[in-house]
């Protein structure tokens, strides 16, 4: 090998050893560039925990919403513009009125996979309407109802199937008084379950409403004569609500001595605005934990979800007005009542309410003002709806005066007793 090759060949081995100490010094610049970064990074995770996000945001105990529900979601529906509301195909509330009004497809069909499922809310005539449902319907198969168990098997014409969700035929399958979080999470599975088998079905929500006044005042006459309604489970977010959400107003069994300062006064008594929050999505509330939003906030959404549903579901009547509700439900349903729904303006509630000062009057209405503006809302769109069937009926006159007249008629004999829940008398129609 000559000089000249020796020469060329140190100077390839230092460029390959400055090559090689190059990378080496670059690798270590990158690297205490990522160890900076990460420093940094968790000094800044440090500082905003510790700091500047909320317990309620960032404890390891905070239940955030379902990941179906976003920001955008809550925003879209508070920003929505309720009365063009068309369709509850997106809701989560099955058919709605204006989808049976509009698509004949979308009517009820016994024969089918349709079910009517039933949200009750206590003190709202609910007891008397179940049993309407259950009894006096005009069915090519007809409930079949055992007195002493209250319980009514609501059969399809041609098989052992229910096309109904309720108290009295089903009984309470998806807790006591379940409200809309808890029956559109509950009804699919629960029906696979009795029948043994799964089945894609059509739900038509059904629903009454109340005089808030009255229907507060009634469940605290109620409450007075022993009920609790303990054994209902709020569930809702995959768990039933805690005692630390919802502790309970009174101590023992029952609440019989409560006066209506203390039954008012109670922040985790659920009579207050009972309508509004059985009506709502309380996923987007986050449930039963208070501290999720403030509480303006909440009452904002809850309402403004209660609104949506009311209008999502397939039918719904107002308590103040049974003739009414029974044509809308008849011309909605194309079925028809055995009997006439009778009106009892005359309640103990009302005895009750005549009774109260001006001062305890005022009180029962600011804690109750969400269920006042539904009520009010509900009652608007009730008469529109009833208008609107009005109009299309060339013999309204002579259906109307005929309401729940067949031409043969099957007599039903219910045991006489009235049930505890029912204890007061209060509209009850038979």
Not at 47 to 76: H, L, Q
Not at 113 to 122: A, Y
Not at 135 to 143: E, H, N, W
Not at 389 to 418: C, I, M, Y
């Amino acid at each position: 090998m000559g000089f000249t090759d020796l020469v060329v060949q140190s100077d390839c081995e230092r460029l390959l050893k400055d090559i090689q100490m190059r990378r080496k010094t670059e690798h270590r610049i990158t690297l205490r560039k990522l160890v900076m970064f990460f420093a940094l990074l968790t000094l800044f995770g440090i500082i905003y925990f510790g700091y500047f996000c909320s317990d309620n945001r960032c404890s390891f105990s905070y239940n955030p919403k379902p990941a179906i529900y976003s920001e955008w979601t809550v925003m879209n529906l508070l920003s929505s513009n309720i009365t063009d509301f068309k369709s509850a195909k997106d809701t989560g509330t099955g058919v709605s009125y204006n989808d049976m009004q509009s698509e004949n497809q979308l009517r009820f069909d016994m024969n089918a996979h349709d079910v009517m499922v039933f949200l009750h809310i206590q003190k709202t005539g609910g007891t008397s309407f179940g049993r309407h449902l259950v009894q006096d319907l005009d069915l090519q198969r007809p409930c079949t109802c055992q007195r002493k168990r209250k319980l009514c098997y609501c059969f399809r014409p041609s098989r052992n199937e229910n096309w109904l969700f309720s108290r009295y035929s089903t009984g309470w399958k998806c807790g006591l008084h379940a409200d809309f979080t808890e029956l559109t999470g509950c009804v699919d599975s629960e029906l696979d379950k009795n029948e043994g088998k799964s089945i894609k079905r059509r739900y038509f929500y059904l629903t009454l409403l109340r005089d808030p006044v009255s229907r507060y005042l009634s469940e605290y006459k109620h409450v007075q004569r022993g009920a609790t309604w303990r054994m209902s489970r709020h569930w809702c977010g995959g768990h039933p609500a805690s005692l630390e959400e919802l502790p309970k107003c009174y101590n023992g069994t029952f609440w019989t001595d409560v006066t209506l300062n203390s039954f008012a006064d109670c922040p985790y008594n659920l009579a207050a605005n009972r309508q509004t929050r059985m009506l709502a999505d309380l996923s987007l509330i986050g449930c039963y934990n208070s501290s999720y939003m403030n509480q303006e906030e909440r009452n904002r959404v809850m309402l403004a979800s209660a609104k949506r549903n009311l209008l999502s579901i397939a039918f719904f009547g107002l308590t103040e007005f049974q003739k009414l509700n029974q044509y809308i439900f008849e011309e909605t349903f194309n079925l028809r009542f055995a009997v006439t729904f009778t009106q009892h303006n005359t309640t103990l509630s009302a005895v009750y309410k005549s009774l109260l000062n001006a001062e305890e009057l005022e009180k029962v209405k600011k804690i109750n003002a969400l269920d006042i503006e539904l009520y009010n809302f509900a009652k608007h769109y009730l008469f529109r709806r009833f208008e609107k069937l009005r109009a299309k009926n060339p013999n309204f006159k002579e259906r109307w005066a005929h309401l729940g007249q067949l031409p043969s008629q099957t007599a039903f004999d219910w045991e006489k007793e009235v049930e505890t829940e029912a204890a007061d008398n209060e509209v009850n129609y038979t």
